[in-house]
Nanobody, 117 residues
Framework: VQLQASGGGLVQAGGSLRLSCAFS????????MGWFRQAPEKEREFVAR???????TYSDSVQGRFTISRDNAKGTVDLQMNILKPEDTAVYFC????????????WGQGTLVTVSS
């Protein structure tokens, strides 16, 4: 599995960004997709995930501001981030988990999101 994330950048607080992740190498429908982030000097944390049917889960910190979506035909998963806050500053990673597995086995290279106050 290869995952290629894109869309990071610098944005002012209150603004929006859209991240995208392209999946290749295996059958996309067999994988749950997730977004994680890691802020400087902090542990990597879960942001959002989406299943094949479109069912979603979000962390409390982004609920209501971020939206995860997937295009099963294109093999992509997006993260629309609205009302961004300085504490959203982090490297964002997309990840793929084969159904039935307990952990995410495949990770993208990360894309940096910086939110200025």
């Amino acid at each position: 599995v290869q995952l290629q994330a894109s869309g990071g950048g610098l944005v002012q607080a209150g603004g929006s960004l859209r991240l995208s992740c392209a999946f290749s190498g295996r059958t996309f429908s067999n994988y749950q997709m997730g977004w994680f982030r890691q802020a400087p000097e902090k542990e990597r944390e879960f942001v959002a995930r989406i299943g094949w049917t479109g069912s979603t889960t979000y962390s409390d910190s982004v609920q209501g501001r971020f939206t995860i979506s997937r295009d099963n035909a294109k093999g992509t998963v997006d993260l629309q981030m609205n009302i961004l806050k300085p504490e959203d500053t982090a490297v964002y990673f997309c990840a793929a988990k084969l159904y039935g597995r307990s952990t995410y086995e495949h990770w993208g290279q990360g894309t940096l999101v910086t939110v200025s106050s």
